[in-house]
């Protein structure tokens, strides 16, 4: 059974960057779509982006050009770099893999297994 591990989470000022790390194991996880969700008290949980077994990315409007995802697939990991940190990126930050099709990579639903999640709080 595939199993992941989000590490990295921690405090930052506005403006700084953080990067966090999704680590897989068991399976074939090369296969894999893996992608990254993220979720606040009191609100839906809301896809921030995803990496295909091809290497293709795609991200969420409200991260675009500051988030970037890339996949090490040596070490079965997959990084999530964030930069230009907001207030609003506060969140507990989940991965997720799966094997969805194109028009579903944002759905939760399409996603088989997810880890624990990592918090990630931006504040002055």
């Known amino acids: 059974q595939v199993q992941l591990e989000e590490s990295g989470g921690g405090t930052v000022q506005p403006g700084d960057s953080l990067r966090l790390a999704c680590v897989v194991s068991?399976?074939?996880?090369?296969?894999?779509?893996i992608s990254w969700f993220r979720q606040t008290p009191g609100k839906e949980r809301e896809f921030v982006g995803g990496?295909?077994?091809?290497?293709?990315?795609h991200y969420s409007d409200s991260v675009k050009g500051r988030f970037t995802i890339s996949r090490d697939r040596g070490k079965d990991t997959v990084n999530l770099q964030m930069t230009s940190l907001t207030p609003g990126d506060t969140a507990t930050y989940f991965c997720?893999?799966?094997?969805?099709?194109?028009?579903?990579?944002?759905?939760?639903?399409?996603?088989?297994?997810w880890g624990q999640g990592t918090q990630v709080t931006v504040s002055s």
């Open positions: 997720a893999t799966g094997r969805p099709i194109l028009s579903a990579i944002r759905t939760q639903s399409m996603y088989y297994y």
């Open positions: 990496i295909r077994s091809t290497g293709t990315t």
């Open positions: 068991g399976g074939t996880a090369a296969t894999y779509t």
